[in-house]
């Protein structure tokens, strides 16, 4: 994680298996010379063992037989005051000196595993500093030719694999690639199933493992991966025996890990464990340890965590005086203190963004200066360059200032002097850059900033080699770059741009939890490209086409999963048994016995296929946006309405059987709509329906025709309103107005639906027409009269027992529920499913809203998580009436255009 200090990068203290080459503790039996290294040697005790070794080596011949391993414990006593000292000179020394001791080495040598094992090591650890991409290489290399010389029975294999696992889970951090850390983990499991001499390496391998579901759970999402990967943290730290610094570094694992996942889940519980383990590892170091420091700055940095999400600007206070103390006690060779520096420069930034004191921020600048000055490589220099850039940017957006902005453009500059080519960073520091330059040019409106700051964004959006997040937010700025210069053609290329990546934001093997938190940054995304679309002038359905993809992403991707491929068995039967089995795999809930692993692979395999699905003739938009010609299928029964808003403009697309037009609503202001949207009790006063129908809905109805009250039942219209972005909340079929008389309002002249997207009625009527088994007609009915914790609702039962009566009459089959297992157990047999209740609308986590239940006098819940992984349609089942509040409400507009709540759940499982 960039700008979090780490304690443990020396490997003696992170892994066993590492202070075995170290510290030769394992019987080494054909290796006698290798030297022991004592566990607290000095600078001095390094450097005379150095001198001894080098000036034995000077004047014995060349041919001595000895000469092997004194080359050998010489590169070694480099590595240790590498350690030590913090040394780029002795790790080059190191690896210079063990691979002579290689070369010069009888290849039938039974060392030879050992002396490749420990310069691999040696490249790793000189990796750790520089984050060179040919050192860890080089480890992978050398791990291959050390197991080419051993068994599976070698009583180094287990070590052997803990190091290649590793090289493979810090090339992650090369290449950001997730077959790296797969390869990793796969290879920590396969060395988990060998017969290891020690339960101290197999503990190594354990804790290896939880780390490696960690780093792909910072790549992925995946919520499975990161509780794994506690799990087995917290496993191996009970475990774990022997030096304190080890204990600490486990610790240490498992602390970070709880506070990452608190970053997103936001349990209280999980931050303050975190704190509880960074402050053990601070009571359990010895004064004088150079990690006691970097122990403080991980404590420090939780508090800084913790005050970001839920906790008090005293915790702020505490996460300065941490980090202060940190500072101070760092040794100014310490490898970890432009890292701790870093971090006090990110608490002061913090400060800044709370008191507003220009002084805090200036604070906040010059400490990142002093990271920059006290760090070893232009990597840590063009991180600490980036952060200080930003601290520059706060400034400005409280100074307005050009040199504040210029400042922060000159950093990000010097940032990207730093990172090269190949450096993962290299896509978010061009982004960066070209924001920067987007709100200069707000100022300026000078050409040269606009040719600069797109110039640098185009770079990112049209790499493919970059990751798909950073070429996305990159779009997003260039959009709004282009808007701001009124240039709506190359605003629209950069929008077509964007639609085509998002598929790709989105792996298969996500589950709909996950695909959730994903989704978090996109929001609003689809609205602006179908606004840029109509400003280049292009035709209804592109703009049409464009929300079609970026909006109700979730549920299209469980659409996927779950809708009919009749056509494709009919013309290509192997793929669609292919696609068939892939599909039944990816749609089971993940539970505690799954292998996420083959999760993974499977859907990998899922996206191949259906990129050769899409190859073959007639099925070239195979899981696509829908075409023209669907999107005016899907209103042959009636007319669609799709009523974009967004900051560039506000249209209604009309989608008619024959045609699609689009009507201009100049007066829907964005700005309006998000103000109301904030007060939502108001959204269906008299003013808020009155305002709508002035400058929405009665110039569409009049579009259509729709002018006046039916004269008669059997006459009345139907329309479906697909609401985008911060209208999505608002009921369109109440606007109006409602005095006795009055034609002026939508009730009065259509009957109305609603749906999240065309896709979804598409997908919807497609289920329908499919014929399947169903065994009986019942009904599930359930009353919650009574609910633990919530008011009484005495007209539930009342409701329900009406329903029974009217479900015998239909020769419906009606079963009274009370629990979620009554409900979750006959869900799939039901045709009808009727719930009188309570709801709850989760204002964080729209997956969190859900029904309140009761088992044995306690409240209990139905979430739409739960709803989303369930699969009814085989069985065919009609409605879900809920008669609750919430149901369809979403409160955090993040995800307004996914359209989460306990209805469309009900939708997506199959009614």
């Known amino acids: 994680m960039e700008g979090t200090g780490k304690i443990g990068t020396d490997l003696r203290y992170t892994s066993s298996a590492y202070g075995t080459l170290f510290y030769a503790n394992l019987p080494l039996g054909a290796e006698p010379w290798v030297l022991a290294l004592e566990h607290n040697m000095t600078r001095s005790d390094i450097d005379q063992q150095i001198d001894k070794l080098r000036l034995w080596l000077e004047t014995i011949r060349s041919d001595h037989a000895q000469r092997v391993s004194h080359l050998h414990n010489l590169g070694m006593m480099h590595m240790e005051k590498f350690h030590l000292i ?27 595993p050992l002396q490749y094992l420990c310069l691999a090591v040696a490249y790793h650890v000189r990796c750790e500093r520089h984050m060179n991409t040919a050192d860890v290489d080089s480890t992978i290399r050398l791990c291959h030719e050390a197991a080419s010389l051993m068994g599976t029975s070698h009583r180094l294999r287990g070590i052997q694999m803990k190091i290649l696992g590793d090289a493979y889970r810090m090339r992650l951090n090369c290449s950001g690639e997730v077959s790296d850390v797969n390869e990793s983990i796969r290879i920590y499991k396969e060395a988990l199933d060998l017969n290891l001499p020690s339960d101290i390496i197999r503990i190594d391998l354990t804790h290896a493992l939880g780390l490696g579901y960690q780093a792909r759970y910072q790549v992925t999402a995946t919520m499975w991966d990161m509780d794994t990967s506690l799990q087995l943290l917290k496993e191996t730290c009970d475990a774990t025996t022997g030096p304190y610094q080890m204990k600490t ?31 053990e590892c601070v009571d359990h170091t010895h004064t004088g340890d150079p990690i006691l420091a970097t122990c403080y700055a991980n404590l420090g940095t939780a508090y800084t965590a913790k005050r970001r999400k839920a906790g008090s600007f005293e915790d ?20 970890n203190r432009s890292w701790i520096l870093a971090d006090l420069g990110t608490a002061y930034n913090d400060k800044f963004y709370e008191t507003k004191v220009l002084s805090d921020i200036d604070t906040a600048i010059e400490i990142w200066q002093r990271a920059i000055d006290s760090s070893d490589t232009k990597k840590q220099q063009a991180t600490h360059l980036q952060w200080k850039s930003r601290a ?67 770079r990112v959006i049209q790499n493919p080699s970059m990751d798909v997040y950073n070429r996305i937010l990159a779009g997003e700025d260039a959009m709004s770059f282009f808007a701001l210069a009124e240039d709506w053609t190359q605003g629209y290329e950069v929008a077509d741009s964007l639609m085509k990546m998002i598929p790709s934001l989105i792996p298969r093997f996500l589950e709909a939890f996950d695909v959730q938190y994903v989704l978090r940054d996109i929001e609003g995304m689809a609205c602006e490209a179908a606004s840029m679309a109509l400003n280049a002038g292009k035709e209804p359905s592109i703009a049409l086409q464009a929300l079609e993809t970026g909006r109700d992403v979730m549920a299209t991707s469980i659409d996927d999963l779950r809708g009919e491929v009749d056509i494709l068995e009919r013309k290509y039967p192997d793929l669609a048994n292919e696609f068939l089995s892939l599909r039944a795999a990816l749609d089971l809930p993940s539970t505690k016995d799954s292998d996420p692993d083959q999760r993974y692979e499977q859907g990998n395999d899922f996206e191949i296929l259906v990129d050769k699905i899409r190859q073959q003739p007639g099925f070239e938009g195979f ?4 075409s023209e010609d669907a999107l005016k299928l899907a209103a042959s029964e009636h007319p669609l309405v799709v009523i974009n808003v967004s900051e560039y403009r506000s249209d209604a697309m009309i989608v008619l ?35 709508l129908w002035d400058v929405a809905m009665k110039p569409i109805l009049d579009f259509l025709g729709l002018t006046k009250t039916p004269v008669s039942d059997e006459d009345w219209p139907r329309i479906c309103w697909i609401p985008t972005g911060a209208l999505s909340g608002f009921p369109l079929h109440a606007a109006g107005y409602h005095a006795d008389g009055s034609s002026e309002a939508v009730i009065e002249r259509v009957m109305s639906s609603y749906s999240s997207s065309v896709k979804a009625i598409i997908n919807g009527r497609r289920d329908t027409k499919t014929t399947r088994d169903v065994t009986e007609e019942r009904s599930l009915l359930v009353a919650m009269e009574t609910t633990p914790g919530a008011t009484a609702l005495p007209f539930a039962t009342r409701e329900v027992n009406v329903l029974h009566s009217l479900h015998t009459s239909m020769s ?13 157990s006959q869900l799939p047999q039901c045709k009808v499913f009727h719930f009188a209740g309570h709801g709850f609308t989760d204002s964080q986590d729209p997956s969190k809203s859900h029904l309140l239940l009761e088992d044995n006098g306690k409240v209990d819940t139905l979430e739409v998580g739960k ?12 409605l879900a009436y809920l008669s609750a509040c919430g149901t369809g409400q979403i409160k955090n507009k993040t995800f307004l255009d996914e359209s989460i709540h306990l209805i469309s759940g009900f939708r997506l499982a199959g009614f």
């Open 249 to 279: 570094a486990r610790r240490r694992d498992l602390a970070l890990g709880h506070q990452i996942k608190y970053l997103r889940k936001e349990d209280p519980l999980d931050i303050d464990t975190a704190i509880a383990l960074f402050q």
């Open 623 to 626: 899981l696509g946006a829908p």
């Open 867 to 878: 709803l989303l992984s369930l699969n009814l349609r085989q069985s065919q089942p009609f």
């Open 86 to 112: 913090n040394s780029f000179d002795a790790i080059d020394l190191a690896i210079e000196f063990l691979q002579e001791a290689i070369n010069i080495a009888s290849s039938e040598s039974p060392a030879r």
């Open 392 to 458: 520059a940017l706060e400034r400005f957006n409280k100074t307005k200032s050009v040199t504040d902005i210029n400042h922060s453009i000159l950093f990000m500059q010097q940032s990207l002097e730093n990172t090269l080519p190949t450096d993962i960073p290299l896509a978010c520091r061009l982004y960066e850059l070209g924001n920067r330059y987007r709100l200069k040019y707000k100022i300026t409106r000078a050409e040269e900033d606009l040719k600069t700051g797109t110039s640098h964004l185009w």
């Open 812 to 824: 419906l089959d009606p079963i009274v529920g009370k629990n979620k297992n009554d409900i979750l």
């Open 316 to 335: 702020l206070e505490r996460s300065i005086k941490m980090l202060q103390h940190a500072v101070d006690i760092s040794g100014a060779e310490s490898p």
């Open 657 to 691: 059987h024959d045609r699609i037009k689009s009507l201009a609503l100049p007066y829907l202001s964005y700005d309006k709509l998000k103000a109301q949207s904030r007060h939502r009790d108001s959204i269906s006063s008299p003013a808020v329906l009155s305002w």
